[in-house]
Nanobody, 117 residues
Framework: VQLVESGGGLVQPGGSLRLSCVAS????????MSWYRQAPGKERELVAS????????NYADSVKGRFAISRDNAKNTVYLQMNSLKPEDTAVYFC???????????WGQGTQVTVSS
């Protein structure tokens, strides 16, 4: 049972990246899914979240209009499209799932995103 993130890397300011989070051992269809990030010396913060059916999304003010979260329940995968990246977006990005039944929370190991010229 795990979440595995991919798609991180080094990108120049203004560039784009697409993160993916693939679940195995369980189905995400009954999980609210989110992306968090943690920069060096800072606390982990919520970046974006999406409800089970993908109808409702929420974003941190710092990424509104630049990032987009989506999900494909058939592929058991969640995505984070990141555009117009800034140096302050540099962080380790973590995938998170919380069961709608409330008892189970899962985390991925994270993927590094570095925005630098």
């Amino acid at each position: 049972v795990q979440l595995v993130e991919s798609g991180g890397g080094l990108v120049q300011p203004g560039g784009s990246l697409r993160l993916s989070c693939v679940a195995s051992g369980f189905t995400i269809s009954t999980y609210r899914m989110s992306w968090y990030r943690q920069a060096p010396g800072k606390e982990r913060e919520l970046v974006a979240s999406i409800t089970t059916g993908g109808v409702t999304t929420n974003y941190a003010d710092s990424v509104k209009g630049r990032f987009a979260i989506s999900r494909d329940n058939a592929k058991n995968t969640v995505y984070l499209q990141m555009n117009s990246l800034k140096p302050e977006d540099t962080a380790v990005y973590f995938c998170n799932g919380v069961s709608v039944y409330g008892r189970t929370e899962r985390w991925g190991q994270g993927t590094q995103v570095t925005v630098s010229s």
